[in-house]
């Protein structure tokens, strides 16, 4: 899994499990049978995904659908107000995303602000403009926002720590496809240039504290780790708007950004380029 974390705003919420973005915010584990908003959204984009088969959709093809939606929103609006609200931003979604009718899709989520302000989805939809913001203002020469933390062994993690040392901040997880493949050509950086100066900062988006003990030890990546269990919601994960993985920043010994997720070669190239620079 490389993408995070709000499949509302892309195709695949219509393929998904309806409400996984909900049921991760509120930590239910509450059954779809017995929560009937659930049920009628699932029995909805059932309805959906079963148009799209056969191709792409178009908004008279999806007419009855686009009403129920608007219908259970008015249904569920008084009485549960979070799930009327995850109905509106899926509507939405299905607006921008798959009818590529942008126009009706932001006039929903306005209608989701404004009629909906207090809801999980809303806040959820503030934390990832909040986070867009910061991801836009990560370009190369600007300073990364430093944090002040603890690693998995319990001392103290920031990047001023290492100011002087060139650092790749470096988001992944144990069960990243991705990052694994990817770990050889960072193990191969660190083990040639960590003596003259290289360091990594691990932000793990794991969620077995276990899992990621072993893994590290096993692969040999004796470079500090930040975990706190929360996966996808990992804090610093969060902070610096990580929406998918391997995510990786290349500091200076200023700790300016010299590179984004630089792979293979590259890496180590950029690497020994920033050391030998004064």
């Not at 603890?150 to 992944?172: C, E, H, M, Q, R």
């Amino acid at each position: 899994m490389k993408t995070k974390f709000i499949a509302l705003v892309c195709t695949a919420v219509l393929t998904a499990a309806t409400l996984t973005v909900a049921a991760a915010e509120t930590k239910t584990t509450t059954p779809a049978a017995v929560n009937p908003a659930i049920k009628d959204l699932q029995a909805l984009t059932a309805k959906v995904r079963a148009k799209m088969k056969d191709g792409k959709p178009t908004e008279t093809d999806l007419a009855d659908e686009l009403k129920e939606f608007e219908t259970l929103v008015a249904k569920y609006k008084a009485n549960q107000p979070d799930e009327a609200a995850q109905i509106l931003m899926m509507q939405a979604s299905l607006y921008s995303q798959v009818l590529q009718n942008e126009t009706k899709g932001k006039e929903l989520m306005e209608q989701l602000k404004k009629e909906f302000p207090d809801s999980k989805s809303v806040a959820m939809l503030k934390r990832q403009e909040a986070a867009e913001q910061t991801r836009a203002g990560l370009k190369v020469g600007a300073a990364f926002p430093d944090f002040d933390e603890k690693d998995t062994d319990g001392k103290p993690l920031s990047i001023a720590n290492y100011k002087g040392k060139v650092v790749l901040i470096d988001f992944w997880a144990t069960w990243c496809g991705p990052c694994v493949k990817e770990l050889p050509s960072v193990l191969a950086a660190y083990e040639k240039h960590h003596a003259a100066g290289f360091e990594i900062i691990g932000i793990s988006l794991d969620s077995d504290a276990q899992k990621l003990e072993k893994f590290v030890k096993e692969k040999n990546m004796t470079w500090p780790q930040f975990f706190d269990g929360k996966g996808w919601e990992n804090k610093l994960a969060q902070k610096y708007g990580v929406n998918s993985i391997p995510a990786t920043y290349l500091l200076d010994r200023e700790g300016k950004i010299i590179a984004s997720n630089l792979r293979g070669e590259k890496l180590e190239t950029a690497v020994a380029e920033a050391l030998a620079k004064n």
